[in-house]
């Protein structure tokens, strides 16, 4: 799941009494996460009203905002074949592997956590406690753990189970004031959970998007990353890779869209259609980023997508305090009391731009600040692991 872990295999040449080479970095890989962790700063940054597609769906349904976080969790499956290489190379054994795994997990959870108790750190009887950082740390828990005991075989049936299992339990286990099968929102099994298991620690009232069931297929999203990124890894050629990548995320697109025809499509609850149809674009991306990088050598235009991708979680945790400090700093501007965002969006950006676009441009703006940061870190070498 590190962004320092994105690497393949060095090839062998025969010589057995040559040094091993440094593993070549995937520089594909870096540029689609850093594609992903920009959209997400993009869309979790709106100054006001969004356009549409920079928008979730209410409920059922599927914008482009709602592939991002999908995206990021197949990406950090897709890194766990490369970090279990590096770490076996550097002679680490199957109990250090998982020491490293549990520690990691833990530091980015505990970091989701801080992250919703900034500024004041004395929200502890309400704060939040699932998340998206939260859930990336979960599915990178028992994505790795599982890739560590079985093969591909054994790991596709198992992400099978958990979405066939999951969606079992969503239209068959009775709720509490609830109708058995009701995918409404609050009406739902995993909000009912949620709620049981999580009182006044979560998004709202009613449910929470990253609630506890709905990680079980969220699991099965990061599972799907692994399978791609034993196949990237594996020694069939850039273009079986590529091929065999497009032929398996087509099927996904097209089982997500067969079963979406009894199971809505919805992000909040993570149903198996939102799997397989988000693991699909996942691997179509990816397919298109290995063979426009690794292929053809075209990697010009990829390198700001790099420079986040290689400073990924850095990425996400500035944006997620930037955006609270900018709604700390506040003044009076007439009667109204404004912070920059709202005091840009409606003097300044208004002036020349319809409300959405007003928001673009903020949106823009804000990530451009956090670029510029992790540029600095980035021509500077510092890449900050978890």
Same mark, same amino acid.
């Not at 869309?43 to 976080?69: I, K, S």
């Given at each position: 799941?590190?962004?320092?872990?994105?690497?393949?295999?060095?090839?062998?040449?025969?010589?057995?009494?040559?040094?091993?080479?440094?593993?070549?970095?995937?520089?594909?890989?870096?540029?689609?996460?850093?594609?992903?962790?920009?959209?997400? !700063?993009? =869309?979790?940054?709106?100054? %006001?009203? $969004?356009?549409?597609? &920079?928008?979730?769906?209410?409920? +059922? *349904?599927? #914008?482009?905002?709602?592939?991002?976080?999908?995206?990021?969790?197949?990406?950090?499956?897709?890194?766990?074949?490369?970090?279990?290489?590096?770490?076996?190379?550097?002679?680490?054994?199957?109990?250090?592997?998982?020491?490293?795994?549990?520690?990691?997990?833990?530091?980015?959870?505990?970091?989701?956590?801080?992250?919703?108790?900034?500024?004041?750190?004395?929200?502890?009887?309400?704060?939040?406690?699932?998340?998206?950082?939260?859930?990336?740390?979960?599915?990178?828990?028992?994505?790795?753990?599982?890739?560590?005991?079985?093969?591909?075989?054994?790991?596709?049936? !198992?992400? =099978?189970?958990?979405?066939? %299992?999951? $969606?079992?339990?969503? &239209?068959?286990?009775?709720?509490? +004031? *609830?109708? #058995?099968?009701?995918?409404?929102?609050?009406?739902?099994?995993?909000?009912?959970?949620?709620?049981?298991?999580?009182?006044?620690?979560?998004?709202?009232?009613?449910?929470?998007?990253?609630?506890?069931?709905?990680?079980?297929?969220?699991?099965?999203?990061?599972?799907?990353?692994?399978?791609?990124?034993?196949?990237?890894?594996?020694?069939?050629?850039?273009?079986?890779?590529?091929?065999?990548?497009?032929?398996?995320?087509?099927?996904?697109?097209?089982?997500?869209?067969?079963?979406?025809?009894?199971?809505?499509?919805?992000?909040?609850?993570?149903?198996?259609?939102?799997?397989?149809?988000?693991?699909?674009?996942?691997?179509?991306?990816?397919? &298109?980023?290995?063979?426009?990088?690794?292929?053809?050598?075209?990697?010009?235009?990829?390198?700001?997508?790099?420079?986040?991708?290689?400073?990924?979680?850095?990425?996400?945790?500035?944006?997620?305090?930037?955006?609270?400090?900018?709604?700390?700093?506040?003044?009076?501007?007439?009667?109204?009391?404004?912070?920059?965002?709202?005091?840009?969006?409606?003097?300044?950006?208004?002036?020349?731009?319809?409300?959405?676009?007003?928001?673009?441009?903020?949106?823009?703006?804000?990530?451009?600040?956090?670029?510029?940061?992790?540029?600095?870190?980035?021509?500077?070498?510092?890449?900050?692991?978890?």
């Amino acid at each position: 799941m590190s962004e320092s872990e994105s690497y393949c295999e060095p090839i062998d040449d025969g010589a057995a009494a040559a040094p091993a080479e440094k593993p070549r970095r995937l520089t594909s890989l870096d540029a689609f996460r850093g594609l992903t962790i920009a959209g997400m !700063i993009l =869309v979790n940054n709106a100054g %006001g009203t $969004a356009f549409p597609p &920079l928008r979730h769906a209410e409920w +059922d *349904g599927l #914008t482009p905002t709602d592939l991002v976080f999908p995206f990021f969790v197949f990406i950090v499956g897709v890194s766990i074949p490369f970090s279990f290489g590096n770490r076996r190379a550097g002679g680490s054994g199957t109990f250090g592997l998982i020491f490293r795994i549990l520690r990691r997990a833990l530091l980015i959870f505990g970091i989701g956590i801080l992250l919703h108790a900034f500024p004041t750190f004395d929200n502890w009887a309400t704060i939040r406690i699932p998340g998206v950082l939260q859930r990336i740390a979960l599915c990178y828990l028992f994505a790795s753990i599982l890739a560590l005991l079985f093969g591909p075989r054994g790991l596709f049936t !198992i992400a =099978v189970i958990l979405l066939v %299992g999951y $969606a079992s339990a969503m &239209l068959y286990v009775p709720v509490p +004031d *609830g109708a #058995t099968g009701s995918l409404e929102r609050g009406y739902d099994l995993a909000s009912y959970i949620d709620r049981l298991l999580l009182p006044n620690h979560i998004y709202r009232e009613d449910y929470d998007p990253e609630g506890i069931l709905s990680t079980i297929p969220a699991i099965a999203s990061a599972l799907f990353g692994v399978l791609a990124g034993l196949l990237l890894k594996s020694k069939r050629t850039d273009y079986e890779k590529v091929a065999l990548l497009s032929v398996g995320a087509t099927a996904a697109l097209l089982a997500g869209y067969f079963w979406s025809g009894g199971f809505p499509i919805n992000k909040a609850l993570w149903t198996p259609p939102f799997v397989l149809i988000t693991g699909g674009f996942a691997g179509l991306l990816l397919g &298109l980023f290995y063979w426009l990088i690794e292929i053809q050598g075209r990697r010009a235009w990829s390198t700001p997508l790099v420079v986040f991708g290689t400073n990924a979680i850095a990425a996400y945790v500035l944006a997620g305090l930037l955006s609270r400090v900018v709604g700390m700093i506040t003044w009076t501007v007439g009667d109204k009391t404004v912070n920059p965002r709202s005091y840009l969006v409606s003097q300044v950006f208004a002036k020349f731009a319809e409300p959405m676009e007003a928001s673009l441009l903020w949106s823009l703006l804000f990530v451009s600040t956090c670029f510029l940061v992790i540029l600095a870190l980035y021509v500077k070498k510092i890449f900050i692991k978890v």
